[in-house]
Protein backbone atom coordinates (compact mmCIF):
# COMPACT_ATOMS: atom_id res chain seq x y z
CA UNK A 1 0.00 0.00 0.00
CA UNK A 2 1.33 3.30 -0.79
CA UNK A 3 2.18 5.65 1.96
CA UNK A 4 -0.49 8.54 2.74
CA UNK A 5 1.16 11.91 3.20
CA UNK A 6 -1.32 12.93 5.42
CA UNK A 7 -4.65 11.32 7.42
CA UNK A 8 -7.45 12.90 8.52
CA UNK A 9 -9.98 10.61 11.11
CA UNK A 10 -13.25 12.33 11.70
CA UNK A 11 -15.02 11.04 14.80
CA UNK A 12 -19.24 11.85 14.72
CA UNK A 13 -19.74 11.54 18.20
CA UNK A 14 -22.81 8.81 18.86
CA UNK A 15 -22.97 7.94 15.17
CA UNK A 16 -25.26 4.86 14.56
CA UNK A 17 -24.05 2.67 12.04
CA UNK A 18 -27.37 1.55 10.81
CA UNK A 19 -28.60 4.68 11.30
CA UNK A 20 -25.65 6.32 8.35
CA UNK A 21 -26.62 3.46 6.34
CA UNK A 22 -30.03 4.29 5.60
CA UNK A 23 -28.91 7.26 4.77
CA UNK A 24 -26.32 6.15 3.00
CA UNK A 25 -28.54 3.99 0.91
CA UNK A 26 -31.20 7.10 0.61
CA UNK A 27 -28.63 9.49 -1.19
CA UNK A 28 -28.34 11.57 1.81
CA UNK A 29 -24.55 11.36 2.38
CA UNK A 30 -23.52 11.96 -0.99
CA UNK A 31 -19.90 12.65 -0.32
CA UNK A 32 -19.15 9.91 2.01
CA UNK A 33 -21.04 7.33 -0.51
CA UNK A 34 -18.60 8.97 -3.33
CA UNK A 35 -15.29 9.89 -1.87
CA UNK A 36 -14.82 7.36 0.82
CA UNK A 37 -17.23 4.45 0.54
CA UNK A 38 -16.83 3.93 -3.29
CA UNK A 39 -12.93 3.92 -3.03
CA UNK A 40 -12.94 2.23 0.17
CA UNK A 41 -15.79 0.86 2.74
CA UNK A 42 -18.12 0.59 4.97
CA UNK A 43 -17.29 -1.70 8.23
CA UNK A 44 -19.60 -2.11 11.40
CA UNK A 45 -17.03 -2.16 14.22
CA UNK A 46 -16.99 -2.11 18.31
CA UNK A 47 -16.16 0.61 20.53
CA UNK A 48 -14.82 0.20 24.14
CA UNK A 49 -16.80 -0.40 27.08
CA UNK A 50 -17.61 2.32 29.17
CA UNK A 51 -18.99 3.04 25.16
CA UNK A 52 -19.05 7.03 26.22
CA UNK A 53 -17.80 10.12 24.78
CA UNK A 54 -13.87 10.78 26.10
CA UNK A 55 -13.03 7.25 27.31
CA UNK A 56 -13.94 5.72 23.85
CA UNK A 57 -11.94 8.42 22.37
CA UNK A 58 -8.92 7.40 24.03
CA UNK A 59 -8.38 4.22 21.92
CA UNK A 60 -8.28 6.62 18.96
CA UNK A 61 -5.58 8.53 19.80
CA UNK A 62 -3.48 6.57 22.14
CA UNK A 63 -4.55 3.07 20.26
CA UNK A 64 -5.09 1.61 24.05
CA UNK A 65 -7.87 0.76 25.79
CA UNK A 66 -9.23 3.02 28.93
CA UNK A 67 -8.20 0.32 30.98
CA UNK A 68 -4.57 -0.11 29.74
CA UNK A 69 -4.10 3.82 30.66
CA UNK A 70 -6.01 3.52 34.43
CA UNK A 71 -9.37 5.09 32.88
CA UNK A 72 -12.57 3.35 33.81
CA UNK A 73 -14.93 5.55 33.08
CA UNK A 74 -16.42 9.50 32.31
CA UNK A 75 -16.24 9.38 36.19
CA UNK A 76 -14.60 7.02 39.09
CA UNK A 77 -13.79 6.79 42.37
CA UNK A 78 -10.10 7.37 43.49
CA UNK A 79 -9.97 5.27 46.43
CA UNK A 80 -6.73 6.00 47.96
CA UNK A 81 -7.34 9.89 47.67
CA UNK A 82 -11.65 9.35 49.05
CA UNK A 83 -10.87 9.73 52.81
CA UNK A 84 -9.01 12.67 52.62
CA UNK A 85 -10.55 16.25 53.67
CA UNK A 86 -13.02 18.24 51.84
CA UNK A 87 -10.60 19.48 48.73
CA UNK A 88 -9.27 15.48 48.80
CA UNK A 89 -13.02 14.14 48.47
CA UNK A 90 -14.14 16.13 45.83
CA UNK A 91 -10.97 15.71 43.63
CA UNK A 92 -11.19 12.21 44.60
CA UNK A 93 -14.46 12.03 43.08
CA UNK A 94 -13.24 12.53 39.05
CA UNK A 95 -15.41 13.24 36.73
CA UNK A 96 -14.74 14.71 33.15
CA UNK A 97 -18.18 15.85 32.84
CA UNK A 98 -17.09 19.11 34.26
CA UNK A 99 -14.50 21.17 36.01
CA UNK A 100 -12.14 18.09 36.13
CA UNK A 101 -12.61 17.60 32.25
CA UNK A 102 -8.75 18.67 31.31
CA UNK A 103 -7.74 16.19 34.01
CA UNK A 104 -8.23 13.38 31.65
CA UNK A 105 -5.06 14.44 30.01
CA UNK A 106 -3.02 13.85 33.28
CA UNK A 107 -4.76 10.67 34.59
CA UNK A 108 -3.26 8.53 31.79
CA UNK A 109 -0.19 8.61 33.15
CA UNK A 110 2.77 8.59 30.55
CA UNK A 111 1.56 6.98 27.35
CA UNK A 112 1.44 8.68 24.42
CA UNK A 113 -0.68 9.72 21.91
CA UNK A 114 -0.87 10.01 18.14
CA UNK A 115 -0.40 13.72 18.33
CA UNK A 116 3.30 12.66 19.86
CA UNK A 117 4.19 11.07 17.12
CA UNK A 118 2.79 12.73 14.55
CA UNK A 119 2.67 16.45 13.59
CA UNK A 120 -1.10 16.97 14.39
CA UNK A 121 -4.16 19.73 14.39
CA UNK A 122 -7.08 18.58 15.97
CA UNK A 123 -10.52 20.26 16.02
CA UNK A 124 -12.85 20.26 19.19
CA UNK A 125 -10.84 17.09 20.90
CA UNK A 126 -11.69 16.58 24.65
CA UNK A 127 -7.91 15.02 24.67
CA UNK A 128 -5.02 17.31 24.00
CA UNK A 129 -2.30 15.83 24.84
CA UNK A 130 0.89 15.72 22.70
CA UNK A 131 -0.33 18.80 20.26
CA UNK A 132 1.74 21.74 19.60
CA UNK A 133 1.73 24.98 19.90
CA UNK A 134 -1.83 26.00 17.91
CA UNK A 135 -2.42 22.36 17.44
CA UNK A 136 -5.61 22.44 19.58
CA UNK A 137 -8.20 24.30 17.06
CA UNK A 138 -11.43 26.20 18.68
CA UNK A 139 -10.80 25.07 22.30
CA UNK A 140 -12.43 28.11 23.01
CA UNK A 141 -16.20 27.65 20.76
CA UNK A 142 -15.97 24.11 22.21
CA UNK A 143 -16.10 25.62 26.03
CA UNK A 144 -18.77 28.16 25.09
CA UNK A 145 -20.66 26.58 22.18
CA UNK A 146 -20.42 23.52 23.74
CA UNK A 147 -21.95 24.62 27.35
CA UNK A 148 -24.78 26.25 25.04
CA UNK A 149 -25.51 23.58 23.56
CA UNK A 150 -25.53 21.39 26.40
CA UNK A 151 -28.63 23.45 27.67
CA UNK A 152 -30.63 24.88 24.67
CA UNK A 153 -29.51 21.65 22.01
CA UNK A 154 -28.16 24.36 19.47
CA UNK A 155 -25.46 21.38 18.81
CA UNK A 156 -25.29 22.95 14.92
CA UNK A 157 -24.09 25.91 15.68
CA UNK A 158 -21.24 24.23 17.42
CA UNK A 159 -20.74 21.44 14.66
CA UNK A 160 -20.85 24.70 12.09
CA UNK A 161 -17.50 26.17 13.79
CA UNK A 162 -15.95 22.81 13.23
CA UNK A 163 -16.77 22.67 9.70
CA UNK A 164 -15.07 26.13 9.32
CA UNK A 165 -12.19 24.87 11.16
CA UNK A 166 -11.92 21.55 9.22
CA UNK A 167 -12.10 23.84 5.77
CA UNK A 168 -9.56 25.91 7.22
CA UNK A 169 -7.36 23.78 7.96
CA UNK A 170 -7.06 22.07 4.18
CA UNK A 171 -5.01 24.81 3.33
CA UNK A 172 -2.18 24.52 5.91
CA UNK A 173 0.85 22.16 5.20
CA UNK A 174 2.25 21.40 8.43
CA UNK A 175 -0.14 18.92 9.68
CA UNK A 176 0.31 14.93 8.95
CA UNK A 177 -2.34 13.84 10.82
CA UNK A 178 -6.02 15.86 11.67
CA UNK A 179 -8.99 14.89 14.32
CA UNK A 180 -11.94 15.95 13.33
CA UNK A 181 -14.65 15.70 16.29
CA UNK A 182 -18.61 16.40 15.14
CA UNK A 183 -20.36 16.61 18.99
CA UNK A 184 -23.67 17.46 17.54
CA UNK A 185 -25.55 13.78 16.63
CA UNK A 186 -24.80 12.91 20.05
CA UNK A 187 -26.11 15.48 22.00
CA UNK A 188 -28.90 16.01 19.84
CA UNK A 189 -29.55 12.09 20.57
CA UNK A 190 -29.13 13.06 24.01
CA UNK A 191 -32.15 15.59 24.60
CA UNK A 192 -33.90 13.63 21.76
CA UNK A 193 -33.83 10.08 20.23
CA UNK A 194 -30.89 8.41 18.11
CA UNK A 195 -33.52 9.08 14.84
CA UNK A 196 -35.03 11.96 15.58
CA UNK A 197 -34.63 14.20 11.84
CA UNK A 198 -32.13 16.63 13.72
CA UNK A 199 -29.78 14.43 13.89
CA UNK A 200 -30.28 13.25 10.47
CA UNK A 201 -29.78 16.93 9.56
CA UNK A 202 -26.43 17.14 11.34
CA UNK A 203 -25.12 14.03 9.39
CA UNK A 204 -25.94 15.95 5.94
CA UNK A 205 -24.19 18.79 7.12
CA UNK A 206 -21.47 16.99 8.09
CA UNK A 207 -21.38 14.84 4.91
CA UNK A 208 -21.81 18.69 3.11
CA UNK A 209 -18.26 19.53 5.14
CA UNK A 210 -16.67 16.48 4.16
CA UNK A 211 -17.65 17.39 0.56
CA UNK A 212 -15.95 21.00 0.80
CA UNK A 213 -12.71 19.92 2.74
CA UNK A 214 -12.02 16.92 0.17
CA UNK A 215 -12.77 19.36 -2.76
CA UNK A 216 -10.31 22.37 -1.29
CA UNK A 217 -7.65 19.27 -1.19
CA UNK A 218 -7.97 18.20 -4.34
CA UNK A 219 -7.08 21.41 -6.11
CA UNK A 220 -3.62 20.78 -4.92
CA UNK A 221 -3.46 17.38 -6.06
CA UNK A 222 -4.02 15.61 -2.74
CA UNK A 223 -5.96 12.33 -1.76
CA UNK A 224 -5.54 12.15 2.14
CA UNK A 225 -6.18 8.36 3.40
CA UNK A 226 -9.76 9.42 5.45
CA UNK A 227 -11.02 7.30 8.33
CA UNK A 228 -14.53 8.22 9.89
CA UNK A 229 -15.99 6.93 12.90
CA UNK A 230 -17.63 6.96 16.23
CA UNK A 231 -16.86 6.59 19.53
CA UNK A 232 -20.33 4.54 20.13
CA UNK A 233 -24.01 4.29 19.23
CA UNK A 234 -26.52 5.50 21.21
CA UNK A 235 -30.47 3.97 22.29
CA UNK A 236 -33.63 5.80 23.82
CA UNK A 237 -33.71 5.27 27.51
CA UNK A 238 -37.51 5.75 28.39
CA UNK A 239 -36.66 4.49 32.21
CA UNK A 240 -33.62 5.80 34.07
CA UNK A 241 -32.60 3.35 37.73
CA UNK A 242 -30.23 5.39 39.40
CA UNK A 243 -28.30 2.97 41.34
CA UNK A 244 -26.99 5.47 44.30
CA UNK A 245 -30.77 5.90 44.89
CA UNK A 246 -31.82 2.12 44.81
CA UNK A 247 -28.77 1.54 47.62
CA UNK A 248 -29.84 4.48 49.34
CA UNK A 249 -33.51 3.27 49.72
CA UNK A 250 -31.59 -0.07 51.30
CA UNK A 251 -30.11 2.06 53.95
CA UNK A 252 -26.51 2.81 52.10
CA UNK A 253 -25.34 5.97 52.25
CA UNK A 254 -24.34 6.80 48.56
CA UNK A 255 -21.59 9.07 47.66
CA UNK A 256 -22.20 10.28 43.50
CA UNK A 257 -22.30 13.44 41.92
CA UNK A 258 -23.21 16.08 41.51
CA UNK A 259 -24.38 16.99 45.02
CA UNK A 260 -23.38 14.25 46.93
CA UNK A 261 -19.77 13.84 46.70
CA UNK A 262 -19.13 14.96 50.08
CA UNK A 263 -21.55 12.32 51.58
CA UNK A 264 -20.91 11.34 55.46
CA UNK A 265 -20.35 7.61 56.52
CA UNK A 266 -20.68 6.58 53.00
CA UNK A 267 -21.14 3.27 52.41
CA UNK A 268 -20.68 2.87 48.86
CA UNK A 269 -19.90 5.13 45.78
CA UNK A 270 -22.01 4.88 42.67
CA UNK A 271 -19.81 6.60 39.34
CA UNK A 272 -22.02 6.45 36.13
CA UNK A 273 -20.73 7.03 32.53
CA UNK A 274 -22.80 7.31 30.01
CA UNK A 275 -24.97 6.99 31.44
CA UNK A 276 -25.34 3.08 31.25
CA UNK A 277 -22.64 1.91 32.68
CA UNK A 278 -21.98 2.32 36.42
CA UNK A 279 -18.94 1.37 39.03
CA UNK A 280 -19.98 0.42 42.38
CA UNK A 281 -17.44 0.97 45.12
CA UNK A 282 -17.66 -0.32 48.61
CA UNK A 283 -16.63 1.43 51.61
CA UNK A 284 -15.38 4.50 49.90
CA UNK A 285 -13.80 6.37 52.91
CA UNK A 286 -11.91 3.44 54.04
CA UNK A 287 -8.04 4.48 53.90
CA UNK A 288 -7.40 1.93 50.98
CA UNK A 289 -6.51 2.06 47.67
CA UNK A 290 -6.68 -2.01 46.38
CA UNK A 291 -10.20 -2.95 45.22
CA UNK A 292 -12.31 -5.59 46.51
CA UNK A 293 -12.92 -8.85 45.36
CA UNK A 294 -16.47 -10.17 44.52
CA UNK A 295 -16.08 -12.41 47.93
CA UNK A 296 -15.79 -9.46 49.52
CA UNK A 297 -18.53 -7.51 48.47
CA UNK A 298 -21.49 -7.22 51.11
CA UNK A 299 -23.19 -10.29 48.80
CA UNK A 300 -27.03 -9.06 50.02
CA UNK A 301 -26.60 -5.36 47.65
CA UNK A 302 -24.89 -7.25 45.10
CA UNK A 303 -27.66 -9.84 44.64
CA UNK A 304 -30.17 -6.90 44.48
CA UNK A 305 -28.26 -4.77 42.14
CA UNK A 306 -27.93 -7.86 39.80
CA UNK A 307 -31.81 -8.62 40.32
CA UNK A 308 -32.47 -4.74 38.96
CA UNK A 309 -34.72 -4.86 35.53
CA UNK A 310 -32.24 -2.31 34.63
CA UNK A 311 -29.11 -4.61 34.67
CA UNK A 312 -28.02 -6.98 31.87
CA UNK A 313 -24.48 -7.81 33.06
CA UNK A 314 -22.55 -7.05 36.16
CA UNK A 315 -18.96 -7.58 36.78
CA UNK A 316 -16.41 -8.15 39.45
CA UNK A 317 -12.82 -9.40 40.36
CA UNK A 318 -11.55 -12.90 41.61
CA UNK A 319 -8.70 -14.39 42.36
CA UNK A 320 -8.91 -15.68 38.81
CA UNK A 321 -9.85 -13.69 36.88
CA UNK A 322 -13.54 -11.39 35.98
CA UNK A 323 -16.55 -13.00 36.83
CA UNK A 324 -19.83 -11.87 34.90
CA UNK A 325 -22.98 -11.78 36.50
CA UNK A 326 -26.89 -11.52 34.80
CA UNK A 327 -29.92 -12.46 36.95
CA UNK A 328 -30.09 -16.45 36.20
CA UNK A 329 -25.84 -17.35 35.48
CA UNK A 330 -22.37 -16.75 36.28
CA UNK A 331 -18.75 -17.06 34.43
CA UNK A 332 -15.49 -16.23 34.68
CA UNK A 333 -13.35 -14.41 31.86
CA UNK A 334 -9.43 -14.94 32.04
CA UNK A 335 -6.82 -14.66 29.58
CA UNK A 336 -3.58 -15.72 28.72
CA UNK A 337 -0.93 -14.63 26.39
CA UNK A 338 -3.55 -13.59 23.13
CA UNK A 339 -6.00 -16.61 24.64
CA UNK A 340 -9.18 -15.26 26.09
CA UNK A 341 -10.99 -17.79 28.01
CA UNK A 342 -14.78 -18.11 29.17
CA UNK A 343 -15.34 -20.62 32.22
CA UNK A 344 -19.57 -20.89 32.53
CA UNK A 345 -20.26 -21.24 36.22
CA UNK A 346 -24.22 -21.48 36.10
CA UNK A 347 -26.06 -20.71 33.37
CA UNK A 348 -24.80 -18.46 29.92
CA UNK A 349 -24.53 -14.76 31.01
CA UNK A 350 -22.81 -13.76 27.81
CA UNK A 351 -24.78 -15.85 24.91
CA UNK A 352 -21.90 -17.41 24.38
CA UNK A 353 -22.89 -20.73 25.70
CA UNK A 354 -22.72 -22.74 28.51
CA UNK A 355 -19.20 -25.20 27.67
CA UNK A 356 -15.58 -23.79 28.17
CA UNK A 357 -14.55 -21.55 25.25
CA UNK A 358 -10.66 -20.67 24.41
CA UNK A 359 -10.25 -18.48 21.73
CA UNK A 360 -7.21 -16.20 20.50
CA UNK A 361 -8.41 -12.96 21.10
CA UNK A 362 -9.91 -11.82 17.20
CA UNK A 363 -11.63 -15.13 17.23
CA UNK A 364 -13.47 -14.50 20.59
CA UNK A 365 -14.65 -10.72 18.77
CA UNK A 366 -15.76 -12.78 15.92
CA UNK A 367 -17.72 -15.13 17.99
CA UNK A 368 -19.13 -12.36 20.70
CA UNK A 369 -20.20 -10.13 18.23
CA UNK A 370 -23.37 -11.25 16.69
CA UNK A 371 -24.40 -11.96 20.41
CA UNK A 372 -26.27 -8.99 21.74
CA UNK A 373 -23.12 -8.22 24.18
CA UNK A 374 -20.73 -7.72 21.19
CA UNK A 375 -16.65 -8.16 22.26
CA UNK A 376 -17.86 -7.98 25.97
CA UNK A 377 -15.18 -10.46 26.94
CA UNK A 378 -12.03 -8.65 25.30
CA UNK A 379 -13.85 -5.66 26.70
CA UNK A 380 -14.21 -6.73 30.04
CA UNK A 381 -10.68 -7.40 30.51
CA UNK A 382 -9.26 -4.62 29.85
CA UNK A 383 -12.05 -2.39 32.04
CA UNK A 384 -10.76 -4.45 34.99
CA UNK A 385 -6.93 -3.53 34.10
CA UNK A 386 -7.22 -0.91 36.00
CA UNK A 387 -7.57 -0.76 40.14
CA UNK A 388 -9.67 1.88 39.50
CA UNK A 389 -12.44 0.53 38.15
CA UNK A 390 -15.41 -0.35 40.58
CA UNK A 391 -15.54 -3.38 43.00
CA UNK A 392 -19.06 -3.64 40.74
CA UNK A 393 -19.30 -2.91 37.50
CA UNK A 394 -23.09 -2.59 36.00
CA UNK A 395 -23.89 -2.79 32.24
CA UNK A 396 -27.10 -1.51 31.48
CA UNK A 397 -29.94 -3.28 30.09
CA UNK A 398 -31.54 -1.76 26.48
CA UNK A 399 -34.54 1.32 26.98
CA UNK A 400 -32.89 1.98 30.68
CA UNK A 401 -29.86 4.53 32.13
CA UNK A 402 -28.19 4.57 35.68
CA UNK A 403 -29.49 8.07 35.59
CA UNK A 404 -30.27 9.79 38.94
CA UNK A 405 -33.10 12.76 38.92
CA UNK A 406 -29.93 15.31 38.76
CA UNK A 407 -29.22 15.40 35.23
CA UNK A 408 -30.47 18.43 33.68
CA UNK A 409 -31.46 18.83 31.15
CA UNK A 410 -32.99 15.43 30.98
CA UNK A 411 -31.25 12.30 29.17
CA UNK A 412 -33.74 10.58 27.06
CA UNK A 413 -31.30 8.61 25.04
CA UNK A 414 -27.93 7.41 26.17
CA UNK A 415 -25.27 5.48 25.58
CA UNK A 416 -22.52 3.15 27.58
CA UNK A 417 -23.32 0.18 27.94
CA UNK A 418 -22.11 -3.25 26.96
CA UNK A 419 -25.45 -3.98 24.81
CA UNK A 420 -25.17 -4.14 20.87
CA UNK A 421 -26.88 -0.65 20.14
CA UNK A 422 -24.25 1.13 22.07
CA UNK A 423 -20.84 -1.12 20.98
CA UNK A 424 -21.49 -1.16 17.52
CA UNK A 425 -20.31 1.83 15.39
CA UNK A 426 -19.23 2.40 11.78
CA UNK A 427 -15.79 2.93 10.66
CA UNK A 428 -15.49 3.75 7.26
CA UNK A 429 -12.31 4.24 4.94
CA UNK A 430 -10.82 5.54 1.72
CA UNK A 431 -8.79 2.87 1.55
CA UNK A 432 -9.76 -0.68 1.28
CA UNK A 433 -11.38 -2.42 4.61
CA UNK A 434 -10.66 -6.42 5.68
CA UNK A 435 -13.11 -8.49 6.03
CA UNK A 436 -12.56 -9.68 9.95
CA UNK A 437 -14.39 -7.69 12.61
CA UNK A 438 -12.64 -4.59 13.60
CA UNK A 439 -12.34 -2.66 16.81
CA UNK A 440 -11.88 1.13 16.94
CA UNK A 441 -8.61 0.74 18.86
CA UNK A 442 -7.18 -0.75 15.70
CA UNK A 443 -7.62 2.99 13.91
CA UNK A 444 -4.51 4.58 15.70
CA UNK A 445 -2.46 1.65 14.60
CA UNK A 446 -3.47 1.92 10.86
CA UNK A 447 -3.45 5.60 10.43
CA UNK A 448 0.36 5.34 11.66
CA UNK A 449 1.21 2.56 8.91
CA UNK A 450 -0.67 4.75 6.30
CA UNK A 451 1.31 7.13 7.45
CA UNK A 452 4.37 5.11 7.23
CA UNK A 453 5.32 5.78 10.72
CA UNK A 454 7.95 3.80 12.32
CA UNK A 455 7.40 3.52 16.11
CA UNK A 456 7.91 1.27 19.18
CA UNK A 457 4.74 2.29 21.46
CA UNK A 458 2.48 -0.83 22.78
CA UNK A 459 -0.37 -0.52 21.52
CA UNK A 460 -3.69 -2.64 22.44
CA UNK A 461 -5.08 -2.30 18.48
CA UNK A 462 -3.14 -3.50 14.93
CA UNK A 463 -3.61 -2.11 11.52
CA UNK A 464 -6.15 -3.31 9.42
CA UNK A 465 -3.48 -5.14 7.25
CA UNK A 466 -2.57 -7.51 10.21
CA UNK A 467 -6.69 -7.61 11.20
CA UNK A 468 -6.99 -9.60 7.84
CA UNK A 469 -3.76 -11.39 8.54
CA UNK A 470 -4.98 -12.42 11.87
CA UNK A 471 -8.79 -13.44 10.67
CA UNK A 472 -7.54 -15.23 8.17
CA UNK A 473 -8.72 -19.19 8.24
CA UNK A 474 -6.06 -21.69 9.00
ZN1 LIG B 1 -23.08 11.16 24.83
Redesign the pocket.
Known sequence: MNPANRVVLVLI??ARADVLKNLLDSGDLPNLARHIVEPGGMAVGTTTFPS??GVAYIPFLYGRYPGSLGIPGIRWLDRAESHGDFRAQWQAARSYCGVQAAWLDRDTGPARTIFDLVPSLAICTPITRGLGAGGNRIPTKRAILGALAHYAGTYLWLDRAVSRAWLAAADEPDWRFLFVVYPGP?GIT?LKDPFHADVMQSYREIDGALGAFLERVAKRGEVPGILVAADHGATAMPVHRDIAIELEARGVRTLRHPMHVWRRDAGAAVMVS?NACAHVYFGPRLDRSEPLSLDALPAEHVQKLIELDAVRLAASRDNDGVIVMDRGGRARISESGSSVHIEPLEGDPLGLGTAPLTLDDRDMLAASRNTDLPDAPRQLLQLFRTERAGDLVLAARKDFDFRGPWELPEHRA??GSLIAEHMYVPIFANRPLPRAPLRTVDLMATALEWLGVEHDEILDGVPFSAVEDASAPA
Open positions: DGTTDHGGH
